[in-house]
Protein backbone atom coordinates (compact mmCIF):
# COMPACT_ATOMS: atom_id res chain seq x y z
CA UNK A 1 0.00 0.00 0.00
CA UNK A 2 1.32 3.04 -0.65
CA UNK A 3 2.16 5.65 2.26
CA UNK A 4 1.33 8.63 2.44
CA UNK A 5 4.40 11.01 2.21
CA UNK A 6 3.70 14.18 4.26
CA UNK A 7 6.83 16.05 3.08
CA UNK A 8 5.32 16.01 -0.36
CA UNK A 9 3.25 19.28 0.14
CA UNK A 10 4.90 20.45 3.36
CA UNK A 11 8.73 19.56 4.16
CA UNK A 12 8.86 21.48 7.57
CA UNK A 13 7.06 18.94 9.65
CA UNK A 14 9.97 17.79 11.84
CA UNK A 15 8.05 15.61 14.14
CA UNK A 16 5.12 12.80 13.17
CA UNK A 17 2.55 10.79 14.94
CA UNK A 18 1.94 7.25 12.67
CA UNK A 19 1.29 3.45 13.58
CA UNK A 20 3.98 1.05 11.97
CA UNK A 21 2.24 -1.10 9.94
CA UNK A 22 4.74 -3.51 9.10
CA UNK A 23 7.97 -4.53 10.54
CA UNK A 24 10.76 -7.60 9.76
CA UNK A 25 13.77 -8.35 9.74
CA UNK A 26 15.57 -6.81 6.40
CA UNK A 27 16.85 -9.28 3.92
CA UNK A 28 18.38 -6.69 1.64
CA UNK A 29 22.45 -7.17 1.28
CA UNK A 30 24.02 -5.18 4.03
CA UNK A 31 21.65 -4.32 5.85
CA UNK A 32 20.31 -8.17 7.24
CA UNK A 33 20.94 -6.90 10.87
CA UNK A 34 17.71 -3.85 10.47
CA UNK A 35 14.08 -4.06 10.53
CA UNK A 36 11.95 -2.64 7.41
CA UNK A 37 9.35 -0.78 8.96
CA UNK A 38 6.19 0.56 6.76
CA UNK A 39 4.15 3.60 8.59
CA UNK A 40 0.58 4.80 7.59
CA UNK A 41 1.91 8.46 6.87
CA UNK A 42 5.68 9.39 7.02
CA UNK A 43 7.82 12.88 7.35
CA UNK A 44 10.80 10.54 5.94
CA UNK A 45 11.82 11.07 2.34
CA UNK A 46 13.58 8.26 0.41
CA UNK A 47 16.54 8.28 -1.18
CA UNK A 48 16.27 9.19 -4.55
CA UNK A 49 16.98 11.89 -6.81
CA UNK A 50 20.81 12.29 -6.01
CA UNK A 51 19.78 12.70 -2.95
CA UNK A 52 20.07 10.95 0.34
CA UNK A 53 17.32 9.68 2.45
CA UNK A 54 16.23 11.91 5.83
CA UNK A 55 18.46 11.20 8.27
CA UNK A 56 15.97 10.69 12.17
CA UNK A 57 14.51 8.61 14.81
CA UNK A 58 11.06 6.61 15.33
CA UNK A 59 10.87 7.27 19.01
CA UNK A 60 13.86 6.81 20.38
CA UNK A 61 14.78 4.34 17.28
CA UNK A 62 17.44 5.28 14.73
CA UNK A 63 16.46 5.24 11.12
CA UNK A 64 19.52 4.37 9.09
CA UNK A 65 17.98 4.42 5.30
CA UNK A 66 14.66 5.01 3.68
CA UNK A 67 13.67 3.75 0.02
CA UNK A 68 10.53 3.91 -1.72
CA UNK A 69 9.06 0.64 -3.62
CA UNK A 70 5.89 0.56 -5.33
CA UNK A 71 4.96 4.09 -3.25
CA UNK A 72 5.72 2.69 -0.12
CA UNK A 73 8.11 4.05 1.63
CA UNK A 74 10.67 1.80 3.79
CA UNK A 75 12.75 2.75 6.76
CA UNK A 76 15.69 0.77 7.67
CA UNK A 77 15.60 0.80 11.52
CA UNK A 78 18.47 -0.44 14.14
CA UNK A 79 15.81 -2.32 16.15
CA UNK A 80 12.16 -3.85 15.93
CA UNK A 81 9.49 -2.23 16.56
CA UNK A 82 6.11 -4.36 16.30
CA UNK A 83 3.55 -3.78 13.90
CA UNK A 84 0.57 -1.68 15.59
CA UNK A 85 2.56 0.56 17.74
CA UNK A 86 2.01 4.57 17.41
CA UNK A 87 5.30 5.88 17.24
CA UNK A 88 6.68 9.61 16.91
CA UNK A 89 8.89 10.13 14.10
CA UNK A 90 11.47 12.96 14.23
CA UNK A 91 13.76 13.91 11.35
CA UNK A 92 16.78 16.09 11.94
CA UNK A 93 15.29 19.47 9.64
CA UNK A 94 18.04 21.32 9.44
CA UNK A 95 19.90 19.00 7.31
CA UNK A 96 17.31 18.90 5.27
CA UNK A 97 16.96 22.64 5.46
CA UNK A 98 20.45 22.33 3.89
CA UNK A 99 19.64 19.83 1.39
CA UNK A 100 16.51 21.76 0.42
CA UNK A 101 18.83 25.16 -0.20
CA UNK A 102 21.03 23.34 -2.35
CA UNK A 103 18.85 21.18 -4.42
CA UNK A 104 16.40 24.16 -5.29
CA UNK A 105 19.33 26.15 -5.77
CA UNK A 106 20.48 23.39 -8.57
CA UNK A 107 16.68 23.73 -9.90
CA UNK A 108 16.80 27.79 -9.89
CA UNK A 109 20.30 27.58 -11.90
CA UNK A 110 18.96 24.56 -14.35
CA UNK A 111 16.08 26.49 -14.81
CA UNK A 112 17.85 29.82 -16.03
CA UNK A 113 20.13 27.99 -18.55
CA UNK A 114 17.19 26.12 -19.90
CA UNK A 115 15.67 29.58 -19.96
CA UNK A 116 18.66 31.12 -21.95
CA UNK A 117 20.12 28.03 -23.54
CA UNK A 118 17.50 25.54 -23.97
CA UNK A 119 20.24 22.97 -22.83
CA UNK A 120 18.48 20.31 -20.36
CA UNK A 121 19.71 19.10 -17.09
CA UNK A 122 21.35 15.68 -17.72
CA UNK A 123 22.59 14.75 -14.21
CA UNK A 124 22.82 16.09 -10.86
CA UNK A 125 23.35 14.60 -7.04
CA UNK A 126 24.29 15.89 -3.79
CA UNK A 127 27.64 15.75 -2.47
CA UNK A 128 28.01 15.98 1.36
CA UNK A 129 31.32 15.45 3.61
CA UNK A 130 31.15 14.20 6.49
CA UNK A 131 33.33 14.55 9.50
CA UNK A 132 34.50 11.17 12.15
CA UNK A 133 31.39 11.43 13.87
CA UNK A 134 28.82 11.24 10.98
CA UNK A 135 28.03 15.42 11.32
CA UNK A 136 27.48 16.72 7.09
CA UNK A 137 30.23 19.27 7.31
CA UNK A 138 29.69 20.24 3.61
CA UNK A 139 26.95 19.66 0.86
CA UNK A 140 27.81 20.90 -3.18
CA UNK A 141 25.42 20.17 -5.91
CA UNK A 142 26.78 18.56 -9.04
CA UNK A 143 24.78 18.97 -12.26
CA UNK A 144 25.23 18.43 -15.81
CA UNK A 145 23.83 20.19 -18.40
CA UNK A 146 24.63 19.23 -22.25
CA UNK A 147 26.02 22.46 -23.33
CA UNK A 148 28.61 24.50 -23.68
CA UNK A 149 28.47 27.61 -21.41
CA UNK A 150 31.17 29.99 -21.53
CA UNK A 151 32.78 31.97 -18.19
CA UNK A 152 31.24 35.29 -18.99
CA UNK A 153 27.65 33.45 -19.33
CA UNK A 154 27.92 31.45 -16.30
CA UNK A 155 28.61 34.84 -14.49
CA UNK A 156 25.68 36.20 -15.57
CA UNK A 157 23.83 33.27 -14.93
CA UNK A 158 24.84 33.14 -11.33
CA UNK A 159 23.67 37.08 -11.01
CA UNK A 160 20.35 36.18 -12.07
CA UNK A 161 19.96 33.28 -9.42
CA UNK A 162 21.06 35.19 -6.40
CA UNK A 163 18.14 38.08 -8.20
CA UNK A 164 16.06 35.43 -8.05
CA UNK A 165 16.46 34.68 -4.61
CA UNK A 166 16.69 37.96 -3.15
CA UNK A 167 13.05 38.46 -5.36
CA UNK A 168 11.91 36.41 -2.59
CA UNK A 169 9.07 33.96 -4.52
CA UNK A 170 6.96 30.79 -3.55
CA UNK A 171 8.20 27.92 -3.83
CA UNK A 172 6.25 24.83 -3.70
CA UNK A 173 5.15 21.47 -4.89
CA UNK A 174 2.04 20.39 -7.63
CA UNK A 175 0.66 16.93 -8.14
CA UNK A 176 -1.11 17.18 -11.39
CA UNK A 177 -3.08 14.48 -12.96
CA UNK A 178 -1.38 13.88 -16.21
CA UNK A 179 -4.46 15.62 -17.69
CA UNK A 180 -3.38 18.76 -15.58
CA UNK A 181 0.43 18.12 -16.90
CA UNK A 182 -0.77 18.05 -20.39
CA UNK A 183 -1.48 22.10 -20.32
CA UNK A 184 1.91 22.56 -17.96
CA UNK A 185 5.64 23.36 -19.45
CA UNK A 186 8.25 21.81 -17.35
CA UNK A 187 12.03 19.93 -17.20
CA UNK A 188 12.11 16.65 -16.48
CA UNK A 189 14.90 14.22 -16.84
CA UNK A 190 12.45 11.24 -17.37
CA UNK A 191 9.22 10.41 -19.56
CA UNK A 192 6.82 10.20 -15.98
CA UNK A 193 3.30 8.77 -16.84
CA UNK A 194 1.87 8.73 -13.63
CA UNK A 195 2.53 10.43 -9.77
CA UNK A 196 4.02 13.28 -11.23
CA UNK A 197 5.47 15.64 -8.91
CA UNK A 198 6.85 19.42 -9.89
CA UNK A 199 8.46 21.65 -7.83
CA UNK A 200 7.89 24.92 -8.89
CA UNK A 201 9.79 28.61 -8.14
CA UNK A 202 7.31 30.58 -9.21
CA UNK A 203 8.50 32.91 -12.21
CA UNK A 204 12.00 30.91 -12.80
CA UNK A 205 11.25 27.29 -12.96
CA UNK A 206 9.09 23.89 -13.48
CA UNK A 207 10.67 20.79 -12.83
CA UNK A 208 9.84 16.73 -12.22
CA UNK A 209 11.02 16.28 -8.52
CA UNK A 210 10.62 13.74 -6.08
CA UNK A 211 12.49 15.63 -3.17
CA UNK A 212 10.82 17.60 -0.35
CA UNK A 213 11.42 21.68 -1.52
CA UNK A 214 11.27 24.75 0.40
CA UNK A 215 8.71 27.52 0.69
CA UNK A 216 10.24 30.52 -0.44
CA UNK A 217 13.51 31.43 -2.92
CA UNK A 218 14.49 33.74 -0.06
CA UNK A 219 15.57 30.42 1.64
CA UNK A 220 18.27 29.89 -0.50
CA UNK A 221 20.31 32.39 0.97
CA UNK A 222 22.70 32.55 -1.78
CA UNK A 223 24.45 30.49 -4.63
CA UNK A 224 27.75 30.23 -5.54
CA UNK A 225 28.95 28.39 -8.67
CA UNK A 226 32.17 27.31 -7.57
CA UNK A 227 33.70 25.21 -10.44
CA UNK A 228 32.57 23.99 -13.92
CA UNK A 229 34.15 22.07 -16.50
CA UNK A 230 33.49 20.79 -20.36
CA UNK A 231 31.57 17.35 -19.82
CA UNK A 232 30.85 14.64 -22.78
CA UNK A 233 29.95 18.08 -24.42
CA UNK A 234 28.41 19.69 -21.89
CA UNK A 235 29.15 21.23 -18.96
CA UNK A 236 29.58 19.41 -15.03
CA UNK A 237 28.95 22.75 -12.18
CA UNK A 238 29.30 22.18 -8.89
CA UNK A 239 27.55 24.68 -6.78
CA UNK A 240 26.67 25.88 -3.41
CA UNK A 241 24.03 27.38 -1.18
CA UNK A 242 22.46 28.45 1.65
CA UNK A 243 24.18 28.03 4.79
CA UNK A 244 26.68 25.60 3.47
CA UNK A 245 27.54 29.06 1.09
CA UNK A 246 27.83 31.39 3.92
CA UNK A 247 30.15 28.82 5.50
CA UNK A 248 32.36 28.50 2.28
CA UNK A 249 32.48 32.31 2.27
CA UNK A 250 33.79 32.74 5.77
CA UNK A 251 36.31 30.20 5.09
CA UNK A 252 37.43 31.24 1.91
CA UNK A 253 37.52 35.14 3.59
CA UNK A 254 39.88 33.90 6.44
CA UNK A 255 42.34 32.46 3.44
CA UNK A 256 42.11 35.52 1.29
CA UNK A 257 42.87 37.60 4.36
CA UNK A 258 46.23 35.27 5.48
CA UNK A 259 46.93 36.06 2.06
CA UNK A 260 46.75 40.03 2.73
CA UNK A 261 48.29 39.80 5.97
CA UNK A 262 51.64 37.85 4.43
CA UNK A 263 51.78 40.40 1.34
CA UNK A 264 50.29 43.51 2.51
CA UNK A 265 48.02 43.55 -0.06
CA UNK A 266 45.03 44.99 -0.73
CA UNK A 267 41.12 42.55 -0.31
CA UNK A 268 40.34 42.48 -4.26
CA UNK A 269 44.48 42.52 -5.00
CA UNK A 270 45.67 39.18 -3.59
CA UNK A 271 45.28 37.23 -7.12
CA UNK A 272 47.37 40.12 -8.48
CA UNK A 273 49.90 40.03 -5.57
CA UNK A 274 50.08 36.45 -5.53
CA UNK A 275 51.25 36.56 -9.13
CA UNK A 276 53.97 38.69 -8.68
CA UNK A 277 55.03 37.18 -5.93
CA UNK A 278 55.14 33.50 -7.77
CA UNK A 279 56.82 35.54 -10.80
CA UNK A 280 59.71 36.72 -8.76
CA UNK A 281 60.17 33.37 -6.93
CA UNK A 282 60.51 31.94 -10.45
CA UNK A 283 63.36 34.60 -11.36
CA UNK A 284 64.94 33.55 -8.13
CA UNK A 285 64.73 29.93 -8.90
CA UNK A 286 66.27 30.99 -12.51
CA UNK A 287 69.26 33.15 -10.41
CA UNK A 288 69.79 30.32 -8.00
CA UNK A 289 70.25 27.84 -10.70
CA UNK A 290 73.09 29.63 -12.48
CA UNK A 291 74.59 30.24 -9.65
CA UNK A 292 75.06 26.76 -8.64
CA UNK A 293 76.05 26.28 -12.20
CA UNK A 294 78.91 28.47 -11.75
CA UNK A 295 80.31 27.13 -8.19
CA UNK A 296 79.80 23.56 -9.84
CA UNK A 297 82.02 24.58 -12.41
CA UNK A 298 84.46 26.71 -10.16
CA UNK A 299 84.70 23.58 -7.63
CA UNK A 300 85.16 21.32 -10.46
CA UNK A 301 88.50 23.40 -12.22
CA UNK A 302 89.99 23.43 -8.47
CA UNK A 303 89.23 19.61 -8.24
CA UNK A 304 90.75 18.65 -10.99
CA UNK A 305 93.60 21.14 -10.98
CA UNK A 306 94.50 19.31 -6.78
CA UNK A 307 93.97 15.79 -8.13
CA UNK A 308 96.17 16.45 -10.83
CA UNK A 309 98.94 17.78 -8.69
CA UNK A 310 98.92 15.69 -6.58
CA UNK A 311 98.66 12.60 -8.76
CA UNK A 312 95.61 10.75 -6.09
CA UNK A 313 93.94 7.68 -6.62
CA UNK A 314 91.03 8.80 -4.27
CA UNK A 315 89.84 12.35 -3.45
CA UNK A 316 87.09 13.14 -1.07
CA UNK A 317 85.20 17.15 -1.69
CA UNK A 318 82.82 18.36 1.48
CA UNK A 319 79.71 20.47 -0.15
CA UNK A 320 77.59 20.28 3.05
CA UNK A 321 74.98 22.69 0.79
CA UNK A 322 74.99 20.97 -2.09
CA UNK A 323 72.42 19.09 -3.81
CA UNK A 324 72.25 15.76 -4.90
CA UNK A 325 72.27 16.77 -8.40
CA UNK A 326 75.49 19.27 -7.84
CA UNK A 327 77.08 16.69 -6.25
CA UNK A 328 76.21 13.90 -9.29
CA UNK A 329 77.09 16.28 -11.80
CA UNK A 330 80.63 17.44 -10.05
CA UNK A 331 81.80 14.11 -9.85
CA UNK A 332 80.63 13.33 -13.71
CA UNK A 333 83.03 16.11 -14.63
CA UNK A 334 85.64 15.23 -12.70
CA UNK A 335 85.22 11.24 -13.18
CA UNK A 336 85.59 12.46 -17.26
CA UNK A 337 88.43 14.25 -16.93
CA UNK A 338 90.82 12.00 -14.62
CA UNK A 339 91.07 8.85 -13.35
CA UNK A 340 90.52 9.71 -9.45
CA UNK A 341 87.85 7.96 -7.52
CA UNK A 342 85.54 10.99 -6.29
CA UNK A 343 83.77 11.04 -3.65
CA UNK A 344 81.27 13.79 -2.41
CA UNK A 345 79.83 14.71 0.78
CA UNK A 346 77.04 16.77 0.32
CA UNK A 347 73.45 17.64 2.23
CA UNK A 348 75.01 17.78 6.24
CA UNK A 349 71.82 17.07 8.72
CA UNK A 350 72.16 16.47 11.74
CA UNK A 351 75.85 15.35 11.64
CA UNK A 352 75.26 13.05 8.86
CA UNK A 353 76.12 13.53 5.10
CA UNK A 354 74.83 12.31 2.23
CA UNK A 355 77.60 10.72 -0.12
CA UNK A 356 77.91 9.88 -3.54
CA UNK A 357 81.26 8.09 -5.09
CA UNK A 358 81.71 7.83 -8.69
CA UNK A 359 84.45 6.63 -10.91
CA UNK A 360 85.31 6.99 -14.81
CA UNK A 361 84.60 3.44 -16.51
CA UNK A 362 88.11 3.30 -17.35
CA UNK A 363 89.43 2.56 -13.78
CA UNK A 364 88.84 -1.12 -13.44
CA UNK A 365 92.16 -1.76 -10.53
CA UNK A 366 89.22 -0.68 -8.01
CA UNK A 367 85.92 -1.68 -7.15
CA UNK A 368 83.45 0.60 -6.12
CA UNK A 369 81.05 -2.50 -4.14
CA UNK A 370 84.23 -3.54 -2.33
CA UNK A 371 84.47 0.27 -1.45
CA UNK A 372 80.83 0.98 -0.42
CA UNK A 373 81.47 -2.61 1.88
CA UNK A 374 84.71 -0.95 3.32
CA UNK A 375 83.19 1.80 4.09
CA UNK A 376 80.00 0.35 5.91
CA UNK A 377 83.06 -1.42 8.23
CA UNK A 378 85.21 1.60 8.97
CA UNK A 379 82.92 4.47 8.94
CA UNK A 380 79.40 3.44 9.59
CA UNK A 381 78.01 4.64 6.23
CA UNK A 382 74.43 3.02 4.47
CA UNK A 383 73.86 2.64 1.04
CA UNK A 384 75.25 0.84 -1.75
CA UNK A 385 74.93 1.09 -5.82
CA UNK A 386 76.89 -0.01 -8.82
CA UNK A 387 80.85 -0.15 -10.19
CA UNK A 388 80.61 3.11 -11.35
CA UNK A 389 78.36 4.99 -8.60
CA UNK A 390 77.56 4.48 -5.24
CA UNK A 391 75.61 6.72 -2.83
CA UNK A 392 73.98 6.69 0.51
CA UNK A 393 74.59 8.15 4.08
CA UNK A 394 77.28 8.31 6.46
CA UNK A 395 77.89 10.13 10.03
CA UNK A 396 79.56 13.85 9.69
CA UNK A 397 83.21 12.72 11.01
CA UNK A 398 85.36 14.30 8.55
CA UNK A 399 88.62 13.23 10.38
CA UNK A 400 87.71 9.65 9.81
CA UNK A 401 86.43 10.26 6.51
CA UNK A 402 90.08 11.78 5.94
CA UNK A 403 92.02 8.91 7.19
CA UNK A 404 90.06 6.59 5.38
CA UNK A 405 90.55 8.42 2.12
CA UNK A 406 94.34 8.98 2.77
CA UNK A 407 95.23 5.49 3.83
CA UNK A 408 93.50 4.09 0.13
CA UNK A 409 95.62 6.75 -1.27
CA UNK A 410 98.57 5.06 -0.06
ZN1 LIG B 1 14.99 18.07 -7.92
Known sequence: MKTKKIFDTDAFIKENKTTVTKCALSEREGFEKLYEAVTDSTIFSPEGGGQKSDEGFFDDVRVVDVQEFDGEIIHFLESEIPAGTEVLQKIDLDLRFRRMQ???AEHLICGLIHKKFG???VGFHLSETSDENRNVIRIEAVMDVDGPIDAKDLEEIELQANMAIASNVPVYALLPSAEEAKDIAYRSKLDIEENLRLVVIEGYDICACCAPCLKS???MQLVKIIDSMPHRGGM???LIAGIDAVKDYIDIHKDNKKI???????RNECANAVENLYEKSMQLHEENSALKKEITD?????VIKKITENNLKFYVFYAPDFDEIQSRKLINEVALKTKTVMAVMFEKKNSTYRFVVGKNADVTDISLRELAKNMQNKLSSRG???EQMIQGSIPANDDLINSFFEEMNK
Do not use: D, P, Q
Open 102 to 104: NHN
Open 119 to 121: YSN
Open 217 to 219: SAE
Open 236 to 238: RLT
Open 260 to 266: MNILSSK
Open 298 to 302: LNTKE
Open 384 to 386: GGS
